[in-house]
């Protein structure tokens, strides 16, 4: 009988260890879900639009959309997706923008939209400072008008982005306090925390970004829990507003372009346009 349940004890041993094994070799399959288009020309997305490339640090091209916004001095909002997708969907949020007279940039991580490489919390950081820095070279947009939103896994690229180039404003919608956290909430079981490359410490982060910052949640998130959201909002340094959805789930279209997400853009957006 020992022997039996020594047996036991070391096959469920190696089951455990083959599991935690595989998802430390394959998490990134995981936490980042891309989708390689194709994606659609930016005049065919969003009016006004254009298709633009940036170029990263080490060396990729990446696909992007400029939008211009109503006045030369408008803000402009740079846009960090979350981790599924491509820009296209995201168009909506772009066209709503557009029309309230903000300019906007849309663009798609490394493996995503066609673009070459493989997705990390690096080389997203990477990603995000090319954006910001095709903004302000060659579109030549003052720091001072930029606000950055990051949406779901991109608030914690736009707020790392924030802490080393402060905005105008910064606008998170459905963070997360840090990539552990979520993990761990939707697998109990597993020591997520010790198994994760990346980080995204999100509400670490943001009690360092000194700048008008807007949370905006679904009080129905399914994906992101709200208690995680309403946690990043206490830790701001300069909450300027926490908007909670009512009955919103992660993916909800109120919560990609709904009028309480777009205004709430918008409003903080105001100040940077001297209004």
């Known amino acids: 009988m020992l022997r039996a349940a020594l047996v036991v004890v070391v096959l469920s041993a190696l089951v455990v260890g083959s599991v935690v094994g595989l998802l430390w070799a ?6 980042y879900l891309p989708d390689d288009g194709p994606v659609p020309a930016a005049a065919d997305a969003v009016p006004g639009g254009r298709d633009v490339a940036l170029t990263t640090a080490d060396g990729l091209t990446l696909g992007a959309w400029s ?10 909002v740079l846009v960090a997706n ?14 709503a923008l557009s029309e309230a007279g903000l300019g906007v940039l849309l663009f798609d991580y490394r493996g995503y ?4 490489g493989s997705p990390s919390e690096e080389g997203l950081a990477l990603d995000v400072r090319a954006a910001r820095d095709w903004l302000v070279g060659e579109a030549g947009v003052a720091p001072e008008r930029l606000v950055y939103y990051g949406e779901s896994l991109g608030c914690g690229v736009v707020t790392a982005l924030a802490v080393e180039h402060p905005p105008a404003g910064l606008v998170l919608r459905s963070p997360f306090t840090d990539l552990a956290a979520v993990g761990s909430h939707h697998y109990p079981v ?5 198994l994760l490359r990346d980080r995204f410490p999100v509400a670490e982060q943001v009690a360092r970004v000194r700048v008008p910052t807007t949370v905006v949640l679904g009080d129905a998130d399914t994906i ?4 995680q959201s309403r946690r990043v909002a206490a ?3 300069r909450l300027h507003r926490l908007v909670e959805v009512p009955g919103a789930d992660h993916n909800d279209a109120v919560l990609l372009d709904g009028e309480q997400l777009v205004d709430a853009v918008v409003e903080l957006a105001g100040p940077a346009a001297g209004e």
């Open 190 to 194: 597993l020591p997520v925390r010790l």
């Open 82 to 95: 979350g981790n599924g997708g491509h820009r296209g969907l995201r168009a909506p949020l772009a066209r």
């Open 26 to 31: 394959f998490q990134r399959r995981l936490v």
């Open 235 to 237: 830790a701001a340094a």
């Open 113 to 116: 939209g066609g673009n070459p």
């Open 67 to 76: 939008v211009p916004g109503r006045s030369a001095d408008a803000p402009v």
């Open 224 to 227: 992101v829990p709200p208690e």
